[in-house]
């Protein structure tokens, strides 16, 4: 897959943009409470960042299938890094004003760049081969998780040298080369977008996604409640762990859950698999839901790394199968709105689980909490019991998925292997 023609320039490319996002959340942080003295304005300001990150993506993306990366992504990544420059010399100060550093950071959110759904956007176009594909989004993901991982690292080396704003300082740089290097590469030339697709008298892609293909809903309603379980999980853990005394165990709890995660998905990307991808898709959700929840009844938080690592390989492959869908389902001219949504559900289902878990924790036992975050995506599975709708005849505009839609049989036939 990697020895693709352009395949490694193009990854690398957007891995270094993407490492940006894993430094930007604990650079913006620390660099406001230093400068605020306040832990209530850093999260205000970290959630005004979130909230349009997060739900402005669908937006962001349409511009990118609508005008391509070249000329869509670039304004994007110039105002995203201006604006994190203009944060980090705003905080490299004492006692600035929170309701600045709010303006600033609103609409640096709002113009953070989609470079994971566009970089699965290219992996498509790249890789019309779905077997490749599947190992192409198995590799995705799992990079991108340890990217969340190597990110708050190396904001914690520069806080040991340096003021957090520099970390600040360093995102708006890594996404700035990350997005010119992506932008320049040849597979970004043969970008197939909105502007270069046929002609016809409806865009699919420019209905909602929820009322798209069954499949896109089934991936983007399993992902939100990955999203879900997930986002109680990390809380519930350290709760957990200081209802036992043992604090030092929340870190190797994660990390079984991250490491679980990424082997998970790299021998999930190597086996050729039969059965179709919504399928597979509930069969993962399942396991996911159902070992998290036990490991509620853990009798110490040391026993809890064991239920995480379990839980943990079937993380990566979940999410992978929901791009795979999403990909699959989408017009030729809305493929990375349609990863966003998938990308946007996840965001959104942690936030609001964290949110609602922190309410939770300390009114019920820590086990019926696991229970309950465990719940969605179990249920989530019954996503796959829908059908697909027959396509329209111009589902036949994408090349390398043609035949896929014909019909059930010919689509898992040609989805699958």
Same mark, same amino acid.
């Given at each position: 897959?990697?020895?693709?023609?352009?395949?490694?320039?193009?990854?690398?490319?957007?891995?270094?943009?993407?490492?940006?996002?894993?430094? #930007?959340? !604990? &650079?913006?942080?620390? =660099?406001?409470?230093?400068?605020?003295?306040?832990?209530?304005? /850093?999260?205000?300001? *970290? +959630?005004?960042?979130?909230?349009?990150? #997060?739900? !402005? &993506?669908?937006?962001? =993306?349409?511009?990118?299938?609508?005008?391509?990366?070249?000329? /869509?992504?670039?304004? *994007? +990544?110039?105002?995203?890094?201006?604006?994190?420059?203009?944060?980090?010399?705003?905080?490299?100060?004492?006692?600035?004003?929170?309701?600045?550093?709010?303006?600033?950071a609103a609409p640096a959110g709002a113009c953070t760049p989609p470079l994971g759904p566009v970089m699965r956007t290219l992996w498509s176009d790249l890789l019309p081969d779905r077997r490749l594909l599947q190992r192409a989004y198995s590799l995705d993901s799992v990079a991108e998780e340890l990217l969340f991982v190597a990110g708050p690292l190396l904001v914690g080396l520069l806080v040991q040298v340096a003021a957090p704003s520099l970390g600040l300082a360093v995102s708006a740089a890594l996404v700035l080369t990350g997005t010119l290097a992506l932008i320049t590469s040849p597979a970004a030339r043969g970008w197939t977008g909105r502007e270069k697709a046929p002609a016809g008298p409806a865009q699919p892609s420019e209905e909602p996604a929820l009322r798209g293909d069954p499949g896109l809903r089934q991936a983007i309603v399993v992902s939100a409640a990955v999203g879900i379980c997930l986002g109680a999980f990390e809380l519930l853990v350290i709760a957990f762990a200081d209802a036992h005394h043992e604090p030092q165990a929340v870190a190797w709890v994660l990390a079984a859950l991250c490491g679980g995660s990424a082997i998970g998905g790299l021998v999930y990307g190597a086996i050729p698999w039969?059965?179709?991808?919504?399928?597979?898709?509930?069969?993962?959700?399942?396991?996911?839901?159902?070992?998290?929840?036990?490991?509620?009844?853990?009798?110490?938080?040391?026993?809890?790394?064991?239920?995480?690592?379990?839980?943990?390989?079937?993380?990566?492959?979940?999410?992978?199968?929901?791009?795979?869908?999403?990909?699959?389902?989408?017009?030729?001219?809305?493929?990375?709105?349609?990863?966003?949504?998938?990308?946007?559900?996840?965001?959104?289902?942690?936030?609001?689980?964290?949110?609602?878990?922190?309410?939770?924790?300390?009114?019920?036992?820590?086990?019926?909490?696991?229970?309950?975050?465990?719940?969605?995506?179990?249920?989530?599975?019954?996503?796959?019991?829908?059908?697909?709708?027959?396509?329209?005849?111009?589902?036949?505009?994408r090349p390398e998925l043609k035949g896929e839609r014909a019909s059930d049989a010919e689509r898992q036939a040609a989805v699958t292997s």
């Open positions: 897959m990697l020895r693709t023609r352009h395949a490694c320039r193009t990854f690398g490319a957007a891995l270094l943009g993407r490492l940006s996002y894993g430094m #930007v959340s !604990l &650079s913006l942080v620390l =660099a406001v409470k230093e400068s605020t003295d306040s832990y209530a304005v /850093a999260g205000t300001v *970290m +959630a005004l960042f979130a909230l349009t990150s #997060v739900f !402005l &993506s669908p937006t962001r =993306a349409g511009l990118v299938d609508r005008y391509g990366p070249r000329r /869509a992504l670039l304004p *994007m +990544a110039g105002l995203y890094a201006v604006l994190l420059a203009a944060l980090a010399f705003a905080t490299s100060w004492s006692g600035t004003s929170g309701i600045l550093l709010g303006l600033l039969r059965a179709s991808n919504r399928l597979r898709l509930a069969f993962l959700a399942v396991p996911l839901g159902l070992t998290l929840a036990a490991a509620g009844l853990s009798p110490h938080p040391y026993l809890l790394i064991v239920w995480a690592a379990l839980g943990g390989l079937f993380i990566a492959p979940a999410i992978t199968t929901a791009y795979l869908i999403a990909d699959e389902c989408a017009d030729p001219a809305g493929r990375t709105k349609a990863g966003a949504w998938v990308n946007t559900a996840f965001n959104a289902g942690s936030a609001g689980a964290t949110a609602a878990t922190g309410l939770l924790v300390g009114r019920l036992p820590l086990s019926v909490c696991f229970a309950l975050a465990a719940i969605p995506v179990v249920l989530s599975a019954t996503t796959a019991l829908r059908r697909s709708p027959r396509p329209a005849p111009d589902t036949a505009a």
